[in-house]
Every structure is written in structure tokens, then in C-alpha cells.
Nanobody
Framework: DVQLVESGGGSVEPGGHLKVSCVVS????????MGWLRQGPGKEREVVAS????????RVVDAAKGRFAVSVDRARNRLFLEMNFLKADDTGTYHC??????????????????????WGLGTQVTVS
């Protein structure tokens, strides 16, 4: 079974920094598209970053460029999202997600939450 377990959320002031992690199991890490999805209060769920562990290439959405960075540790099957200069709008539950069988090209393009069949329970990030 695919298991995605997030950790590292918390509460910070605007301008602060957090790094969230995801441990991935039950899936071939080199052949999967990984994503970080966020759902803020009263907002629709959105994809904020994606990564293709097979090549370690990654992408963040325009609203997070220059502030967020996504990375992978292939040796330990872990996915990370480092968030700097956090804003109140970044508040939400951050979910690690996986999509098996997706190409690298698609993984690094425009994605929607429905493109990811597997989700973790999420970790809460509050910026206030």
C-alpha cells in the first residue's frame, strides 16, 4: 500500500521559515510524480509544487517562486518543501501526494489536485 506521511508543520510569523517533509513508502520512488498540495481556509485545494524523483527535477507554482523550494532524497524516499518568507496566504494544510505512471514532462507542467490519486493526511502550516 502507498503510504505518505507528512511532518514539520507549525505556526510562524509572516516572513518566517518552515520545512515540511514526507516519508514515502509502498511505491517505486524513481517512477512517480510527487506533489505538495495545499488547502487554505475557505479556499480550493491547489498544487504548490511538484517533483520527479527519477531525475530530481522540480517545479513550484508562480505564486511560490523565489520563496518555496521542493527537493527529494532518493536514498531515503523523502520529499521536502522548504518555505521561506511565509505569508498569511500560505496558511493551510499541506499534503504530500503521489501519481504513479505520470511522465516527467507532465509532472513538471501545470497540475491539478485530481492528478494525484494518493494523498497523505497533511500537516498544518499557520502563518499569523
Amino acid at each position: 500500500d502507498v503510504q505518505l506521511v507528512e511532518s514539520g508543520g507549525g505556526s510562524v510569523e509572516p516572513g518566517g521559515h518552515l520545512k515540511v517533509s514526507c516519508v514515502v513508502s509502498g511505491i517505486e520512488f524513481s517512477r512517480v510524480c510527487m506533489g505538495w498540495l495545499r488547502q487554505g481556509p475557505g479556499k480550493e485545494r491547489e498544487v504548490v509544487a511538484s517533483a520527479y524523483p527519477g531525475t530530481t527535477r522540480s517545479r513550484v507554482v508562480d505564486a511560490a517562486k523565489g520563496r518555496f523550494a521542493v527537493s527529494v532524497d532518493r536514498a531515503r524516499n523523502r520529499l521536502f518543501l522548504e518555505m521561506n518568507f511565509l505569508k498569511a496566504d500560505d496558511t493551510g494544510t499541506y499534503h504530500c501526494a503521489a501519481a504513479r505512471g505520470m511522465s516527467e514532462f507532465s509532472c513538471l507542467g501545470w497540475l491539478q489536485p485530481r492528478d494525484f490519486p494518493n494523498w497523505g493526511l497533511g500537516t498544518q502550516v499557520t502563518v499569523s
